[in-house]
């Protein structure tokens, strides 16, 4: 459900607005639930023609609540469902007759017929009683005074707040699932984090016959606090109280506190000549006290130039509107650290009988600020009298000081747990370049149907060019960050498909050879010369991963069409993407060979005969190596090109001019959506789109390991204003 009510109002010397929201919705997993509260009201007085003041204010609270471990990136857990789904035997009821789950000792899943025991827990067994919730409390509210002295110039003054109270509760029953072995568990979290930033700014616009500037210089003062709390609880005092709230047996706790400050100078040039000619520059000066080196100077030129203005041009008005060049460069900078990755720090410890410190970590004194300089030329045209819009734009960007963690010496005497071991320092340089293409007009227009169209697509291509050592993230597969390569590349185990005769994986080895993968109550590797398994056997330390394919796409777009035709409307959006690669992990999953469950695709592919040309190798039980699960190997890499069907939306707009007076309804409105509603791919799992370490998009991307994918939905929904 999502509603919405807005108010507004006003006249020449003061207006409004307030807006309520309140949005529930119901994810694909059991006890999937998200609920949100919002409110957000603006206000505006011109107290005389010197005096204007005016705030902004917004309220949220959210609740997000689920049991499946996988939302939270446990895509491995025994508490992961889409994982379970998977996995679990479909021959084995979830209850027993009286409504009891069906299980056996250790709350496992019960055996049914099957030989082998399932040694997972059965998720019947602990759906009702076990949870993961985080509420989230988050406003923001900023207030300001104008004062426009003489003519041109306005002298303002902003203060706002960004206040976020988040809490967090995860309870883990002791009668199944990741809470078993502990007797059940309980944890909460507390994060407070309060923002505040004043900006003064003195804005002078004026002109001077054809030429109009606009100069702009102010300061900037932001200050940060964050404060968390952590607590953590296991083994249940008594197992009937299942709740976190109850008494446990073992407490442990911890938090902590921090706090950042950055000033900032603010200066910008605008100018135009007779709105042909444009000139900006601008220039920030940024002192942040989360780094050693803590003043950077970021600034910007650009220009443009409307050349369809100029007498040469006169010719071609009969079918170009507009035509402007553009072009700029720009320097930014970024420092997404923590409050004290600059200190080396200690910490408290217990250390003999007493309480003592210890170095808890140790940091660069010199860490600066990351810089991105960005070149970007275009122009922009409208044609037949505005009916047609092209924009096109190039740009090359160069990042450097890219502030990155590199390992230092053991025999420094300092380890770091939460870093590894490792100091965060400037290292790293990359380079992002590309083309982006729009194109948007009216394609037809008769009488009371219009159809206009909207067609955008870019070209990008990132590389790394410099690193103290490669990124390795090795969750749920592989990727790799390397020099001279685009960012998170696959990294994965070669191999060659299924050898026809034996039904054995062929994997491809680091000398150039090549070997077959038999499984015999272990993984074995034997030369495979010719297309013909030898008695060689190899040592598996041959066979190691290597690069295969980037997983950013190197081009995406969408094309949006909106239809009008008397009162009815409808607007259809196409999103597509490509270029890039997706390890499918779910395949791994689906064909292991322990004692969980196989998919169909598994059954009519796995090799049974000589000369069967099969996908996945020879069934050997316990075999978890020949399909990927203990590896990730190069045969499950795909295409993850796209088209997607993303959204329709149609709505009709009733006539109200007969009951606008009487009941004060100025417009109603009905409307249909549908999102996801059909994507066509080659790519053979269930979504091209999904990746199973969206929290390090940078760093790991194109993996698809027990995701689950995007929802279609259905939106039915009414709009009255009054």
Same mark, same amino acid.
């Given at each position: ?181 502990? #007797?059940?568990? =309980?944890?909460?979290? @507390? /994060? ?6 004043? &900006?003064?700014? !003195? %804005?002078? $616009? ?11 210089? #102010?300061?900037? =003062?932001?200050?940060? @606090? /964050? ?6 609880? &296991?083994?249940? !005092? %008594?197992? $009937? ?11 442990? #706790? ?20 007779? $709105? ?447």
């Amino acid at each position: 459900h999502n509603h919405n009510l807005n108010v507004s109002g006003g006249n020449d010397k003061a207006q409004y607005y307030v807006g309520l929201g309140y949005q529930t919705q119901q994810g694909i997993a059991v006890h999937d639930d998200y609920e949100r509260f919002s409110f957000k009201g603006n206000a505006t007085i011109k107290a005389n023609k010197w005096f204007k003041l005016g705030m902004n204010t917004s309220y949220t609270n959210s609740l997000v609540s689920h049991v499946d471990a996988a939302r939270g990136g446990g895509i491995y857990s025994i508490n992961g469902f889409s994982r379970m789904a998977l996995i679990l035997p479909p021959n084995v009821p979830i209850y027993n007759e009286d409504g009891t789950p069906y299980v056996r000792a250790g709350h496992y899943v019960g055996s049914g017929a099957n030989n082998f025991n399932v040694s997972y827990y059965n998720p019947a067994t602990y759906l009702d009683e076990q949870y993961t919730e985080t509420q989230n409390n988050r406003i923001i509210a900023n207030g300001y005074l104008e004062y426009n002295p003489v003519k041109g110039l306005t002298l303002k003054s902003q203060f706002g707040i960004d206040w976020t109270f988040m809490f967090g509760t995860a309870f883990r029953s002791p009668n199944g699932g990741d809470g078993y072995s502990s #007797g059940g568990s =309980a944890s909460n979290y @507390q /994060n407070f984090q309060k923002i505040w930033t004043w &900006t003064n700014t !003195a %804005d002078y $616009n004026f002109s001077i016959k054809k030429n109009h500037f606009d100069v702009l210089a #102010g300061v900037e =003062a932001t200050d940060t @606090q /964050n404060r968390n709390m952590s607590r953590g609880a &296991t083994t249940l !005092a %008594d197992p $009937n109280m299942l709740f976190p709230e109850a008494s446990y047996l073992t407490y442990t #706790g911890g938090g902590s506190r921090g706090e950042s400050s950055m000033f900032s100078y603010i200066t910008r040039f605008a100018y135009d000549y007779a $709105n042909r000619y444009y000139f900006t520059a601008n220039w920030r000066r940024d002192g942040l006290s989360k780094l050693g080196t803590q003043w950077g100077n970021f600034w910007g030129l650009s220009g443009a130039w409307r050349i369809s203005d100029e007498k040469f041009m006169k010719p071609a008005k009969s079918w170009l509107s507009d035509l402007k060049l553009k072009a700029s460069y720009g320097v930014v900078g970024n420092a997404s650290v923590g409050n004290y990755a600059s200190r080396s720090l200690y910490g408290s410890a217990y250390y003999n009988g007493g309480a003592s410190y210890r170095p808890n970590n140790y940091n660069d004194a010199k860490l600066g600020w990351e810089q991105t300089g960005t070149y970007d030329a275009g122009f922009s045209a409208a044609l037949f009298g505005g009916r047609l819009s092209v924009d096109v734009d190039y740009f090359y960007s160069k990042s450097k000081d890219l502030i990155l963690a590199t390992p230092i010496s053991y025999s420094a005497g300092i380890y770091d747990a939460s870093n590894g071991s490792a100091i965060s320092t400037n290292l790293g340089k990359a380079m992002n370049k590309g083309l982006e293409i729009g194109l948007s007009g009216t394609v037809m227009q008769r009488g009371k149907f219009s159809w206009n169209s909207n067609f955008n697509i870019s070209f990008v291509q990132n590389k790394v060019l410099e690193l103290a050592e490669d990124i390795l993230e090795d969750v749920a597969g592989y990727n790799i960050t390397t020099e001279g390569k685009s960012m998170a590349q696959l990294y994965v185990y070669p191999t060659s498909g299924i050898d026809s005769e034996t039904g054995r994986r062929i994997v491809d080895l680091n000398d150039g050879t090549q070997a077959a993968l038999v499984y015999n109550g272990g993984a074995k590797y034997y030369r495979y010369v010719n297309g013909k398994i030898t008695d060689e056997q190899v040592s598996s330390s041959l066979w190691t991963p290597e690069l295969a394919g980037g997983t950013k796409p190197t081009y995406y777009g969408g094309w949006t069409n909106t239809f009008k035709y008397g009162h009815w409307d409808a607007t259809l959006f196409f999103q597509f993407s490509g270029g890039n690669k997706i390890y499918n992990g779910t395949k791994a999953t689906a064909s292991d060979q322990r004692f969980w469950n196989n998919s169909k695709d598994y059954y009519d592919n796995a090799w049974r005969k000589p000369g069967d040309k099969a996908i996945y190798a020879k069934p050997e039980y316990s075999d978890n190596t020949s399909n990927g699960s203990a590896n990730a190997i190069s045969d499950w890499v795909e295409s993850g090109d796209y088209l997607r069907f993303k959204n329709v939306l149609i709505g009709y707009t009733f006539d109200t001019k007969g009951i606008q007076k009487t009941l004060g309804i100025s417009g109603i409105r009905l409307y249909a959506q549908a999102t996801n509603l059909f994507c066509i791919t080659s790519y053979t799992g269930m979504d091209p789109e999904v990746s199973s370490l969206a929290y390090k998009a940078n760093t790991g991307s194109g993996i698809d390991k027990n995701t689950t994918p995007l929802t279609r939905t259905w939106t039915f929904g009414v709009n009255v204003s009054f």
